[in-house]
Each structure stands twice: as structure tokens, then as C-alpha cells.
């Protein structure tokens, strides 16, 4: 088992910046990548970004490119999204996740855990 907590969120104005976390623990070895997905009212959850264990590759949504920085810390099993010029349209719950499977980063289905998530609230 994995075990995933996220922080991080929290109310920021359009154009500011916020940084999130995540904290892996349990089988963390077993984990071969991590990714962030986000929800917002209404609507269904969807991929955001993600990352391989080793940080060689990175995937991002095309809405995020630019803005948003995923990046990994293994030695404390963390990754972090660094989201910068805010919008209010990222207005949302984002969630930490984790897969041990090699398939393909930018869909829920290879992601067997996941966090709580923690609310992102952009105001314009």
C-alpha cells in the first residue's frame, strides 16, 4: 500500500503563485510514477500533470504548459506542482497520485492511489 497526503492549497489571487505537495509513504519503492489531477465544481476530474520516478520525463495538460511545474524529491518520496500566473479557471480540488503500473501517465486508470486532495481557490 501507498499513502499519500497533499498540502499546499489555499486561496491566492489571480497571477500569484502557489506550490503543492505531496508526501508518499508505505511501498513507496513500488511506485514508478506520480501525477496531479484536479476537480473542479461541476465537472469531472482530469489530469494535470505527472512525472516518472527517475524525473526523466514530465507530462503536462496543454492548459497548464508554461505555468505549472511538476518535480520530485525521492529521497523524501515527495512531489511538488509549482503553479504560477494563476487563473480562476484552475480554480479546483487537485489530487496526488500514484502508479506502479507503466501505462500511460495522463489517464486516471493507471493510478491505483490516491490522496484526500486539497482545494486550490483562485479569485480574479
Known amino acids: 500500500q501507498v499513502q499519500l497526503v497533499e498540502s499546499g492549497g489555499g486561496l491566492v489571487q489571480a497571477g500569484g503563485s502557489l506550490r503543492l505537495s505531496c508526501a508518499a509513504s508505505?511501498?513507496?519503492?513500488?511506485?514508478?510514477?506520480m501525477g496531479w489531477f484536479r476537480q473542479a465544481p461541476g465537472k469531472e476530474r482530469v489530469f494535470v500533470a505527472a512525472?516518472?520516478?527517475?524525473?526523466?520525463?514530465?507530462y503536462y495538460t496543454d492548459s497548464v504548459k508554461g505555468r505549472f511545474t511538476i518535480s520530485g524529491d525521492n529521497a523524501k518520496s515527495t512531489v511538488y506542482l509549482q503553479m504560477n500566473s494563476l487563473k480562476p479557471d484552475d480554480t479546483a480540488i487537485y489530487y496526488c497520485?500514484?502508479?506502479?503500473?507503466?501505462?500511460?501517465?495522463?489517464?486516471?486508470?493507471?493510478?491505483?492511489?490516491w490522496g484526500q486532495g486539497t482545494q486550490v481557490t483562485v479569485s480574479s
Open positions: 497520485a500514484a502508479s506502479t503500473m507503466n501505462v500511460n501517465p495522463t489517464t486516471e486508470n493507471g493510478y491505483g492511489y
Open positions: 508505505g511501498r513507496t519503492f513500488s511506485v514508478n510514477r
Open positions: 512525472i516518472t520516478r527517475s524525473g526523466g520525463s514530465t
